[in-house]
């Protein structure tokens, strides 16, 4: 599906950009359907992390379109949300181009850091650019929203990790129908993540009862939330949501408990992966980081800051 936008003149030239993107962690969602996937998307709350995706682009003028695709160096034909990205910013040229894609990636794919979201709009930043396309931010970041959404890869990443920092989604959609809000972080706290590996979230955001309960119980997180709009009540929402919604299975608990009894203000599960996210501050960090340790490789984590934005 190619989004709406206003076909704009290329001035011919082949050339390479590059994009980070951050990663993002939802601790609560509730999805929102709509009947274009422009409103379509979710509600949620979550950090984004000074760890994502960089991205470079490589364009050169071809007698057809042609897009390759790589992750760390590998091909990734099946990167689908990047590749009908890209499709979409081409349509705009009205000519045809040889492009290579290169993610890099400092986060696990597939377990719910929102990788996808995040080459999706690095791809669309830095192809938009290496094209000369004069789009506005809120257009490309439409277009990632828009392949985020109908490839199933993610429902509300694209739309924080454009803002930055510890976001509340107060509407769904791709702007200018989101709507987005910072909660504020006292400094000093990290993020500590704990990664046991990915959850198919495709399948489980195309299953109706699954979307259901996650509606249900993110619409109860969401409230809590608004009504007290800190870190303290966004874990402890996403706890409660995580236990409700039945994914938060028994390996996941016992991270997340070690982390609180190790001085995490609150540990949740890193949705939809099988992941925990902890918050702490000041020594309390490397207490959380060394409890991981304990019982995972240094591989399976993560501590890191919460990206403000560039």
């Known amino acids: 599906m190619v989004i709406r936008l206003t076909k704009l003149k290329l001035r011919k030239q082949s050339s390479s950009e590059t994009a980070f993107v951050p990663a993002h962690i939802s601790g609560f969602f509730q999805p929102c359907d709509a009947s274009t ?15 994502g995706v960089r991205t470079e682009v490589k364009v050169e003028s071809s007698d057809r379109n042609e897009v390759a695709v790589f992750i760390n160096g590998r091909p990734a034909p099946d990167a689908k949300t990047t ?7 081409l349509s705009l040229t009205g000519a045809s181009f040889r492009v290579r894609i290169d993610h890099f990636t400092e986060v696990p794919v597939g377990a719910g850091y929102g990788a996808s979201g995040a080459g999706a709009l ?18 490309l970041v439409a277009a990632a929203h828009v392949a985020e959404v109908t490839c199933y890869t993610g429902l509300g990443d694209v739309g924080a990790q454009a803002c930055g920092g510890l976001v509340i989604g107060l509407e ?26 990915p959850i198919p979230s495709k399948k489980l955001l195309s299953e109706a009862d699954f979307r259901r309960r996650a509606g249900e119980f993110g619409a109860i997180a969401l409230n ?20 409700k919604l039945g994914l938060f299975d028994d390996e996941l608990r016992e991270l997340a408990r070690e982390a ?42 993560m501590v890191t800051d919460i990206y403000r934005g560039s």
């Not at 996937?37 to 760890?51: I, K, T």
């Not at 992941?275 to 000041?282: D, E, Q, T």
């Open 37 to 51: 996937p422009e409103r379509m998307g979710s509600r949620n709350c979550g950090p984004c992390l000074d760890f």
């Open 83 to 89: 590749l009908t990205a890209a499709e979409q910013i």
């Open 122 to 139: 690095g791809t669309a930043f830095s192809l938009a650019r290496a094209l000369r396309l004069s789009l506005p931010r809120g257009k």
């Open 172 to 197: 769904p959609g791709a702007p200018p129908h989101g709507k987005w809000r910072r909660i504020r972080v006292p400094p000093g706290f990290k993020v500590i993540c704990a990664t046991l590996g």
């Open 224 to 243: 809590k939330v608004l009504e007290r709009p800190n870190i303290h009540t966004f874990v402890t929402a996403s706890k409660e949501f995580a236990e």
């Open 260 to 301: 609180e009894k190790s001085g995490a203000i609150g540990a949740s599960q890193v949705m939809i992966g099988r992941a925990v996210f902890a918050l702490a501050s000041g020594k309390n960090i490397a207490r959380v980081r060394r409890t991981f340790l304990e019982m995972l490789d240094a591989e399976s984590l």
